[in-house]
């Protein structure tokens, strides 16, 4: 039982990765690849959660805390040049 | 039992985690996706840090759970604001059915200030009233 709710979480987490690269490739502007960006992020995460549950390995979870931190930091520096940059006209 | 927690909030928190993705596609603007990404998405991976802190149940582990959804709940709600921020400076059309634009005119590109906001209507019946 456990092992299918493992799975389960995998297989749903690849389908919400597979949807967010899909709104990374699709656009249409640069601020929703940073918005899928971050999403991304958070689905690591959530595997990195799903892994230490099932290997046991409990020092990932600190891989996963500096994730959320990096995450954060990428989507500011993205917000913060693309707003120096002014108005653009993207596809 | 631990197992079968564990379990609820790993499935819970992977479906909320495709909600967010689902948001992500299907919302026509930008405010609306990062409106469905940040909050189901913040949601979902802490729903499965909960799991792993239930999972270990050791002192160590829950901290650095707790740490991580500390971290997530601090830090996404700024990511949005800036991202939005960023997005509506640099011109990222909204929706052609969205009903109001309140800084619409109002922004001023080169100086990033905004304008004072119009007149509030003054209640001239309670003026009188006062005589």
Redesign the interface.
């Known amino acids: 039982m456990f092992d299918i709710a493992i799975i389960a979480a995998n297989v749903l987490l690849s389908i919400a990765l597979v949807l967010g690269f899909w709104r990374l490739y699709l656009g249409p502007t640069l601020p929703d690849r940073v918005v899928a960006l971050e999403l991304i992020a958070s689905l690591t995460i959530g595997y990195i959660a799903v892994y230490v549950i099932s290997s046991g390995r409990t020092p990932f979870v600190d891989v996963a805390m500096v994730l959320a931190l990096t995450a954060f930091l990428a989507a500011v520096g993205f917000a913060r040049y693309l707003e120096k940059g002014g108005h653009r006209d993207d596809d | 039992m631990t197992?079968?927690f564990?379990?609820?909030f790993?499935?819970v928190?992977?479906?909320f985690?495709?909600v967010?993705?689902?948001g992500?596609?299907r919302m026509p603007d930008?405010p609306m996706?990062?409106h469905a990404?940040?909050k189901a998405?913040?949601l979902?991976?802490g729903l499965?840090?909960v799991?792993?802190a239930v999972?270990?149940g050791?002192g160590?582990?829950t901290t650095?759970?707790v740490?991580?959804i500390g971290?997530?709940l601090l830090?996404?709600p700024?990511?949005a604001h800036?991202?939005?921020?960023?997005?509506y400076?640099?011109?990222?059309p909204l929706w052609e059915h969205s009903k109001t634009d309140e800084l619409k005119g109002r922004y001023d590109?080169k100086t990033?200030t905004l304008e004072s906001p119009p007149e509030m209507h003054e209640p001239a019946a309670k003026d009188d009233a006062s005589h």
């Open positions: 197992e079968f564990t379990g609820l790993l499935v928190g992977a479906a985690m495709v967010a993705a689902l992500l596609v930008l996706r990062l990404t940040t998405g913040v979902g991976a499965m840090m799991g792993v999972y270990f050791d160590g582990v650095r759970a740490a991580v971290f997530l830090t996404a700024v990511a800036a991202i939005g921020r960023a997005g400076f640099v011109g990222v590109e990033h």
